[in-house]
């Protein structure tokens, strides 16, 4: 596995509160690819960038970056700061939520994303209970990883 990855923030210039957490190779910190809450945000506000870790794998970045969510909360879910959308980048799961039972593609099964939901199902579930799984896989994904260790 290649150490290719860096952990980064993205923080408010002038208060210095960190607003968002990823993961990347080098040039994914300075990526305008993002959604549509981040650009609201620094449209009224002025960032700056700072890398956390540098040269790590993905499996070591991906732990980081759900870590440091965790430590930051996210504003979505009424928990701290952060902008950003999903829990971290441990879990990459097609959810069929009306049967209950999350799948991993054989592709993504060496290391997984974030939750993704149909529209249609979104529609049928509360944001609490697609958080309440991603927290769960999450836990049992970091689990995982450090026992592979």
């Known amino acids: ?20 957490v990823g993961i990347g190779t080098v040039s994914r910190p300075y990526s305008l690819a993002r959604h549509k809450t981040w650009h609201e945000y620094v449209a009224n506000n002025e960032y700056e960038v ?14 980081i970056e759900g870590d440091l969510i965790n430590k930051y909360g996210r504003r979505c879910i009424n928990t701290g700061t952060l902008f950003n959308i999903h829990g971290g980048k441990l879990i990459n799961l097609e959810c069929d939520i009306n049967v209950g039972r999350p799948k991993v593609p ?22 609490y209970q697609v958080e309440s799984m991603s927290k769960l896989v999450d836990s049992l994904l970091r689990e995982f990883l450090k026992n592979e260790q």
């Open 50 to 63: 700072e890398i956390l870790h540098e040269n790590i794998s993905l499996k070591d970045a991906c732990i």
């Open 1 to 20: 596995m290649e150490n290719n990855q860096c952990v980064y923030i993205h923080k408010n210039k002038c208060t210095k509160e960190v607003f968002y």
């Open 106 to 127: 054989e592709q993504n099964k060496h290391i997984c994303r974030s939750i993704t939901v149909s529209q249609e199902n979104f529609n049928n579930i509360g944001l």
